[in-house]
């Protein structure tokens, strides 16, 4: 069973790991931010076997194999570098197993571990790593022994897909046959029932998705479809019938629904799931099937599901009963689904992790999510909606801290994006390390925010430094009157769009924010169209112009939006935090930032992490930058334990 996202699904394993509070009760920075103990899971066709990718000591990625039954297991691979992680795994038979590792330069590499069985009470593994760079997995072939569809590009802008003999354990690339290709970057290739390729998607020269099916009757490609940039048009699997498509789109309504579709007549059928107020998330697919089991969908924050399948909603039921208040995703499962993987979780818990027996309703424990901090530690989150000054809902989140004294100094935390991300009832490490510190963190879903169609959507566009500032504002005023938080004692503080919005804020509502802090945020909008890593890219530019706006037409609007240019209106305290090859905001962003603060008088910290791009990701300067970040909030807020 797959789910059709890019949201990643942590699950986390658990570890025997003792860890000690210091005289205020604080936790140790590292234990919120080391790598999760396990990340994700898949059950094999026959629910004998667990592929498991786990990091039990927060330094490199493994492969590890469990056998249920016996409850042996043991690690089959381990990356080469720290910053190198284990993406997608895939059972492709009950013994062979293919997963991705992403490598620190770009690159994707294909991988299999072959199951031969236990020999003195060990499992025997091999292990290959030559399957070749930049390839993917299309099609598992379940029903077709060792087999399995890949795809992979040429330098002359050609795309292919090859069915390998993954039963070979030496030259694997030699035991592979074309079965499909085309011309341009195929992002997509879709197999029918039988495993066939059948489907293809491509960009065209304007940047817009290109669709096109194999008629059977030439053996040649016939373009469908071209969807804008702008729009949602994504095919999921095939119908039962072999000829109409599933498609997650919104061309022609508010939010993205679940439609039939015939590709040959360009023909939306038959609405199998659709919610006027919000998008949906997740499409649930089982590959043992072919078949889309089901869809997700938060209701503001929370997560709701539509299941269609009769098996998986029998054992969704049986969980939801185990686990009231809870998220639970089935997210992997047998041919039967008589033994599927859960995964449990909130907003105050990391995770569980199960194996979930639908026969006889047994649950087997694998362990809690992050055994390094006890159980009871993480706070609660609330969720709460106001209605803007222009009539939109904007839904916003508090998380209020258990060992301080109220009302709680606050910190305000804007999400990145900005537009089609969202904060949802979910464990945020971040927001729940900041809670153990002693501060309570609203959310806020402002306008252009994901989830909520495509009017709210666009309501954030052209709105950087402005009326998504607003909404936050909105959001905060109604928290105050709602929880036992004190006025006097707020700050702001974001990552990406989060920290422009941070630094924004504080210079348009001084009386409202005692201090900013940002990290990677864009202080000089106009620049962002020279630097960034999408700044040649013509189609992307183009988005942007949409977006934010036009730097040739809308010059004086984005000097007005940008931070660098407003610095003498800002009389509070600024952290400004900086990823030295950062390819989306320039390090020249902060400098220029610190420059003007500078040469103003203005009050600032500001650091560089050298190795650092947009987003920390060695653990060392995580724990450094938040030990930065606490000292400057306990500084300006005067907190008090």
Request: contains cysteine; proline residues 4%; glycine residues 8%.
């Given at each position: 069973?797959?789910?059709?996202?890019?949201?990643?699904?942590?699950?986390?394993?658990?570890?025997?790991?003792?860890?000690?509070?210091?005289?205020?009760?604080?936790?140790?920075?590292?234990?919120?931010?080391?790598?999760?103990?396990?990340?994700?899971?898949?059950?094999?066709p026959?629910?004998k076997?667990?592929?498991?990718?786990?990091?039990?000591?927060?330094?490199?990625?493994q492969?590890?194999?469990?056998?249920?039954?016996?409850?042996?297991?043991g690690?089959?691979?381990?990356?080469?570098d720290?910053?190198?992680?284990?993406?997608?795994?895939?059972?492709?038979?009950?013994?062979?197993?293919?997963?991705?590792?992403?490598?620190?330069?770009?690159?994707?590499?294909?991988?299999?571990?072959?199951?031969?069985?236990?020999?003195?009470?060990?499992?025997?593994?091999?292990?290959?790593?030559?399957?070749?760079?930049?390839?993917?997995?299309?099609?598992?072939?379940?029903?077709?022994?060792?087999?399995?569809?890949?795809?992979?590009?040429?330098?002359?802008?050609?795309?292919?897909?090859?069915?390998v003999?993954?039963?070979?354990?030496?030259?694997?690339?030699?035991?592979?046959?074309r079965?499909?290709?085309?011309?341009?970057?195929?992002?997509?290739?879709?197999?029918?029932?039988?495993?066939?390729?059948?489907?293809?998607?491509?960009?065209?020269?304007?940047g817009?998705?290109?669709?096109?099916?194999l008629?059977p009757?030439?053996?040649?490609?016939?373009?469908?479809?071209?969807?804008?940039?702008?729009?949602?048009?994504?095919?999921?699997?095939?119908?039962?019938?072999?000829?109409?498509?599933?498609?997650?789109?919104?061309?022609?309504?508010?939010?993205?629904?679940?439609?039939?579709?015939?590709?040959?007549?360009?023909?939306?059928?038959?609405?199998?799931?659709?919610?006027?107020?919000?998008?949906i998330?997740?499409?649930?697919y089982?590959?043992?099937?072919?078949?889309?089991?089901?869809?997700?969908?938060?209701?503001?924050?929370?997560?709701?599901?539509?299941?269609?399948?009769?098996?998986?909603?029998?054992?969704?039921?049986?969980?939801?009963?185990?686990?009231?208040?809870?998220?639970?995703?089935?997210?992997?499962?047998?041919?039967?689904?008589?033994?599927?993987i859960?995964?449990?979780?909130?907003a105050?818990?990391?995770?569980?992790?199960?194996?979930?027996?639908?026969?006889?309703?047994?649950?087997?424990?694998?362990?809690?999510?992050?055994?390094?901090?006890?159980?009871?530690?993480?706070?609660?989150?609330?969720?709460?909606?106001?209605?803007?000054?222009?009539?939109?809902?904007?839904?916003?989140?508090v998380?209020?801290?258990?060992?301080?004294?109220?009302?709680?100094?606050?910190?305000?935390?804007?999400?990145?994006?900005?537009?089609?991300?969202?904060?949802?009832?979910s464990?945020?490490?971040?927001?729940?390390?900041?809670?153990?510190?002693?501060?309570?963190v609203?959310?806020?879903?402002?306008?252009?925010?994901?989830?909520?169609?495509?009017?709210?959507?666009?309501?954030?566009?052209?709105?950087?430094?402005?009326?998504?500032?607003?909404?936050?504002?909105?959001?905060?005023?109604?928290?105050?009157?709602?929880?036992?938080?004190?006025?006097?004692?707020?700050?702001?503080?974001?990552g990406?769009?989060?920290?422009?919005?941070?630094?924004?804020?504080?210079?348009?509502?001084?009386?409202?924010?005692?201090c900013?802090?940002?990290?990677?945020?864009?202080?000089?909008?106009?620049?962002?169209?020279?630097?960034?890593?999408?700044?040649?890219?013509?189609?992307?530019?183009?988005?942007?112009?949409?977006?934010?706006?036009?730097?040739?037409?809308?010059?004086?609007?984005?000097?007005?939006?940008?931070?660098?240019?407003?610095?003498?209106?800002?009389?509070?305290?600024?952290?400004?935090?900086?990823?030295?090859?950062?390819?989306?905001v320039?390090?020249e962003?902060?400098?220029?930032?610190?420059?003007?603060?500078?040469?103003?008088?203005?009050?600032?910290?500001?650091?560089?992490?050298?190795?650092?791009?947009?987003?920390?990701?060695?653990?060392?300067?995580?724990?450094?930058?938040?030990?930065?970040?606490?000292?400057?909030?306990?500084k300006?807020?005067?907190k008090?334990?």
């Amino acid at each position: 069973m797959r789910r059709i996202s890019t949201t990643a699904v942590f699950i986390l394993i658990a570890l025997v790991v003792s860890v000690t509070a210091d005289a205020a009760g604080n936790l140790p920075t590292r234990d919120f931010f080391r790598q999760y103990g396990l990340r994700n899971a898949v059950i094999s066709p026959d629910g004998k076997l667990v592929a498991e990718i786990v990091n039990p000591n927060g330094v490199k990625d493994q492969l590890l194999i469990r056998v249920v039954d016996s409850k042996i297991s043991g690690i089959a691979y381990t990356v080469d570098d720290a910053s190198d992680s284990i993406g997608r795994l895939q059972w492709i038979s009950n013994t062979i197993l293919v997963f991705m590792v992403q490598h620190d330069s770009g690159s994707d590499t294909l991988d299999t571990a072959q199951w031969l069985g236990i020999h003195g009470g060990k499992q025997q593994i091999h292990v290959s790593t030559d399957w070749g760079d930049d390839v993917d997995l299309v099609d598992p072939l379940l029903n077709k022994g060792n087999h399995a569809l890949v795809s992979a590009h040429n330098s002359d802008d050609q795309s292919f897909v090859y069915d390998v003999d993954f039963s070979n354990l030496h030259d694997q690339m030699n035991y592979r046959h074309r079965v499909a290709s085309i011309d341009g970057y195929a992002f997509l290739w879709l197999t029918n029932q039988n495993g066939e390729v059948t489907l293809a998607g491509t960009y065209g020269k304007g940047g817009e998705q290109l669709y096109s099916v194999l008629r059977p009757d030439t053996g040649h490609w016939y373009q469908f479809k071209a969807v804008d940039p702008g729009k949602t048009f994504f095919p999921v699997s095939y119908a039962p019938d072999g000829h109409d498509l599933i498609v997650d789109t919104n061309i022609g309504h508010e939010t993205t629904e679940l439609w039939t579709y015939d590709p040959y007549k360009d023909k939306f059928l038959k609405k199998i799931y659709g919610n006027n107020d919000y998008d949906i998330d997740d499409i649930l697919y089982d590959w043992n099937r072919y078949l889309v089991t089901g869809v997700t969908w938060y209701q503001g924050p929370v997560q709701r599901y539509e299941i269609f399948d009769q098996s998986l909603q029998d054992v969704q039921k049986q969980l939801i009963q185990r686990f009231p208040g809870s998220r639970v995703n089935v997210i992997s499962g047998d041919r039967a689904l008589d033994r599927s993987i859960a995964y449990v979780t909130s907003a105050d818990n990391p995770g569980n992790f199960y194996v979930y027996e639908a026969k006889t309703n047994k649950l087997i424990d694998v362990g809690y999510a992050m055994p390094w901090i006890p159980t009871g530690t993480f706070v609660n989150v609330q969720s709460n909606s106001v209605i803007s000054s222009d009539g939109f809902k904007i839904d916003y989140l508090v998380a209020l801290p258990s060992d301080a004294k109220s009302p709680y100094p606050v910190v305000v935390m804007p999400h990145g994006g900005p537009l089609g991300v969202e904060d949802t009832l979910s464990f945020d490490p971040e927001v729940q390390f900041l809670a153990n510190r002693g501060f309570a963190v609203i959310q806020v879903n402002y306008r252009g925010s994901g989830g909520e169609g495509e009017k709210f959507f666009n309501a954030g566009k052209k709105q950087w430094g402005k009326k998504i500032e607003d909404d936050i504002v909105t959001a905060v005023h109604a928290a105050l009157t709602k929880y036992p938080l004190d006025a006097n004692r707020i700050c702001i503080y974001g990552g990406s769009y989060g920290g422009y919005s941070a630094i924004m804020s504080v210079i348009r509502f001084p009386t409202l924010y005692k201090c900013a802090a940002s990290y990677a945020g864009v202080m000089d909008v106009p620049l962002l169209y020279e630097t960034s890593d999408w700044s040649d890219n013509r189609n992307l530019r183009k988005l942007m112009f949409e977006i934010v706006g036009n730097p040739k037409t809308h010059y004086n609007q984005l000097f007005d939006i940008s931070p660098v240019y407003n610095a003498e209106k800002i009389t509070r305290p600024v952290l400004i935090a900086q990823g030295a090859i950062d390819e989306r905001v320039d390090q020249e962003q902060a400098y220029r930032m610190k420059a003007v603060l500078q040469r103003l008088g203005k009050p600032y910290e500001f650091y560089i992490y050298q190795n650092e791009g947009h987003g920390l990701q060695y653990l060392n300067n995580d724990i450094d930058f938040h030990d930065k970040l606490v000292t400057f909030l306990d500084k300006y807020l005067e907190k008090q334990k």
